[in-house]
Nanobody
Framework: QVQLVESGGGLVQAGGSLRLSCTAS????????MAWFRQAPGKEREGVSC????????YYADSVKGRFTMSRDNAKNTLYLQMNSLKPEDTGMYYC????????????????????WGQGTQVTVSS
């Protein structure tokens, strides 16, 4: 079955960096659009970034533009999220998600668009 496993979360001071990874199995990774979502306690889930299956398109939430960079390594079946200049408001559980779409530039920051989800990795940014 499809499995998405996130890693790389942790506790970091404001201004610091973290690199999240999401390793996929049970699917043809290079055929899937991927995304990162996050959810803080008491808040709704938020789309952070997404990347098309071709890698030609990436989109970011305004709140993370210029600070976060998403990439994928299809040879390793792994998705990455490099997070720099972290802020306390970046705190939350971070999830990766996958869905098979044929549009070469398709990806979405809407959670309802994705079929498969990981269990999440916690990111905590202290002030």
């Amino acid at each position: 079955q499809v499995q998405l496993v996130e890693s790389g979360g942790g506790l970091v001071q404001a201004g610091g960096s973290l690199r999240l990874s999401c390793t996929a199995s049970g699917l043809t990774f290079d055929s899937y659009a991927m995304a990162w979502f996050r959810q803080a306690p008491g808040k709704e889930r938020e789309g952070v970034s997404c990347i098309s299956w071709t890698g030609v398109s990436t989109y970011y939430a305004d709140s993370v533009k210029g600070r976060f960079t998403m990439s994928r390594d299809n040879a390793k079946n792994t998705l990455y999220l490099q997070m720099n200049s972290l802020k306390p408001e970046d705190t939350g559980m971070y999830y990766c998600a996958a869905d098979r779409r044929y549009g070469v530039s398709w990806c979405s920051l809407s959670g309802i668009s994705y079929k498969y989800w990981g269990q999440g990795t916690q990111v905590t940014v202290s002030s």
